[in-house]
């Protein structure tokens, strides 16, 4: 990356003082002494007299230096008329003219000229090259990719078919508009790209451009915005300005929310800026000819916060949602990246897909890299299955430290709470399968896991799905107090899970017959992020004192389920933890082979 340094007047004053100190070295070393005749008489007597050159009035001559170099140059007034008998008693070379000073005295003026005309030149130039820079503020920074640089097409991008379908319409009118145009049809005049961060939005714009083989504007939200008034709504201005004379052509704006946040929000000041930036884009939106055949392509993992001026007809009035992957999905995903890696034949992409629920593209991507990474550090020669396998459990649970040391006692307790989780899974219908449980820490704080992966991607849990999740949280719990008749803190974070979806069940699901059904969650939620937005309550005291309660009661009445369940099969409980110290790790079918013979 290039870097720019700020221009300084330290500089200039650095400048002009090492110039003078120079011009003193150089012009000292070969600047004629003034010496009175007497010295030049010592000198002559002491044979430190090279030579001489004599006018009517004047001797100017060269000392003897050290080892016999010339010296200093010298000059002094002529007093002796009959000098010359002089210098031939001591030997010295003379002559009857003085040698010429008028090339060095004239360098000694122009090179410190040209030197401080130099630096005036440099000075003018940089404050030139900031005027630029600063009346190029208002250019916008679109990055532009022409269709030589874009090598990603609709086969690049997997997993999104939906959302592909309805950009195979955009395509089609950049490449052929007069098919559109001649019934008087117009193309939507923006295409906003919903979803999940690392679906693919910004991929599938440019295997639009790809596959259209147009120009391609690509630029942030974030980057219109400046701390100046009036420069986000000239860059606009500019953007589409270039985009008119490169048309057909696609302009896309990635993280749209940072823009196009809904006006009036947080107040105004500090916000005038990007309104005024927004306001210039709504403008341009309007004016533009969509028979222009330039396309506005913008993407958003926060719709709910976009101003509504964007989102009506006539703007960005067509939404196509790039949601995270299904199973199918997740395969053409993997077959997509798995062929840039050296893969072994034995890898089975359904499998690895099924292992990966809720992962979207940027997920399997980094996936398949954490395993050929796996697969170098061993010394592999091929990337296995069982590096997927590892590198699954390295981002689900995070990085294995056998290095951290437990002791022994507290390594019991992980092993029996973890079995706790596992057989409370097996038992309980509706729940999934138990592929690997393992007292290896990983992460920050995991001092061992249970991994479960589901058979199929589901989009709805019934009532006593949900119960028998929440008795498989409190699992682990059950198992400590069973055995050890008292419980630790390893149980925070299923305590915080088994809460918060019995919460849901009786807040926004209405899965309580006390409470009913009704939905009380009145808090904005992101539709794409984990964020919440708390509002006021719009329920009584009494109603908030029942919810708690009724959450309170159904954690309890679960949690009295999974004891009740590992009471019943303690031995299989003992002897499962036992295998699991002593292996560290244990497959689900290993533990299902334990259970069925006991």
């Known amino acids: 990356m290039e870097k720019h340094h700020k221009f300084s007047i330290w500089y200039v004053l650095i400048g002009i003082w090492a110039v003078l100190i ?55 007034v002529r007093v002796d008329p009959d000098i010359s008998g002089l210098l031939e008693e001591y030997q010295v070379t003379f002559k009857g003219e003085i040698e010429s000073t008028f090339f060095r005295d004239l360098l000694s003026w122009i090179v410190p000229i040209a030197i401080f005309i130099g630096i005036w030149m440099f000075m003018m130039r940089r404050m030139t090259g900031q005027q630029a820079r600063f009346m190029s503020l208002g250019k916008n920074k679109a990055k532009i990719y022409v269709e030589e640089d874009l090598n990603v097409t609709f086969e690049d991008a997997a997993g999104v078919d939906e959302a592909k379908q309805e950009l195979v319409e955009v395509i089609e009118f950049l490449r052929e508009p007069e098919r559109f145009t001649r019934l008087g049809g117009k193309m ?5 790209l919903v979803g999940p961060p690392g ?29 100046f008034v009036g420069l986000g709504a000239a860059r606009v201005r500019d953007l589409f300005t270039q985009a008119k004379e490169k048309a057909p052509c696609i302009i896309f704006i990635d993280e749209l929310d940072a823009l196009g946040k809904a006006r009036g929000v947080g107040g105004v000041g500090g916000h005038d800026e990007r309104e005024q ?75 690895l897909s099924g292992m990966t629920p809720g992962m979207v593209g940027a997920d399997l991507a980094n996936l398949i890299n954490e395993a050929a990474l796996l697969a170098v550090r061993k010394g592999k020669d091929k990337v296995e299955m069982a590096d997927f396998e590892e590198a699954v459990e390295r981002i689900v649970a995070g990085l294995e430290k056998k290095n951290r040391l437990i002791n022994p006692r507290e390594r019991e307790i992980v092993a029996f709470h973890e079995m706790g989780h596992a057989m409370v899974a097996l038992s309980l219908p509706g729940t999934d399968p138990v592929q690997k449980i393992s007292i290896i820490p990983r992460g920050i704080a995991a001092l061992g896991y249970t991994m479960q992966v589901p058979t199929e991607d589901r989009f709805l849990m019934k009532k006593t799905e949900l119960l028998n999740r929440i008795a498989t949280l409190l699992g682990g719990r059950a198992a400590e107090e069973i055995i050890f008749e008292d419980i630790s803190t390893g149980a925070h974070n299923d305590l915080a899970k088994a809460t918060d979806i019995a919460r849901s069940m009786v807040k926004e699901y209405g899965m309580s017959s006390t409470v009913g059904q009704v939905y009380f969650a009145r808090e904005k939620r992101g539709q794409f992020l984990d964020t919440v937005i708390q509002g006021a309550k719009e329920y009584s005291e009494a109603t908030a004192e029942l919810i708690d309660s009724e959450v309170r009661d159904i954690i309890q009445k679960q949690y009295e389920k999974a004891l009740d369940l590992l009471k019943s099969k303690r031995q299989i409980l003992e002897k499962g933890a036992a295998i699991l110290l002593e292996k560290e790790k244990i497959d689900g079918s290993e533990l299902k082979a334990i259970m069925a013979s006991s």
């Open 199 to 227: 679906t693919g939005k910004t991929l599938l714009a440019k295997a639009v451009a790809g596959e259209s083989n147009v120009p391609f504007f690509s630029l942030s939200g974030s980057e219109f915005v400046e701390m």
């Open 188 to 192: 939507p005049r923006g295409i906003l």
């Open 277 to 351: 930036t927004l306001n210039q884009l709504l403008v341009e939106m309007d004016g533009f000819d969509p028979q222009v055949g330039v396309i506005l392509m913008a993407a958003t993992n926060r719709p709910e916060i976009l101003d509504p001026a964007l989102l009506r007809p006539g703007r960005f009035d067509r939404q196509i949602l790039v949601d995270r992957p299904d199973k199918t999905g997740r395969e053409a995903i993997l077959r997509v990246h798995i062929r840039d890696i050296q893969a072994s034949d034995e890898v089975d992409l359904a499998v």
């Open 22 to 76: 120079l011009h003193n070295i150089i012009f000292s070393a070969i600047a004629v002494k003034v010496i009175p005749y007497s010295q030049f008489l010592e000198l002559l007597k002491d044979k430190k007299v090279s030579e001489v050159a004599i006018t009517s009035n004047q001797i100017q001559g060269r000392m003897v230096g050290e080892g016999g170099e010339p010296g200093q140059m010298f000059r002094t």
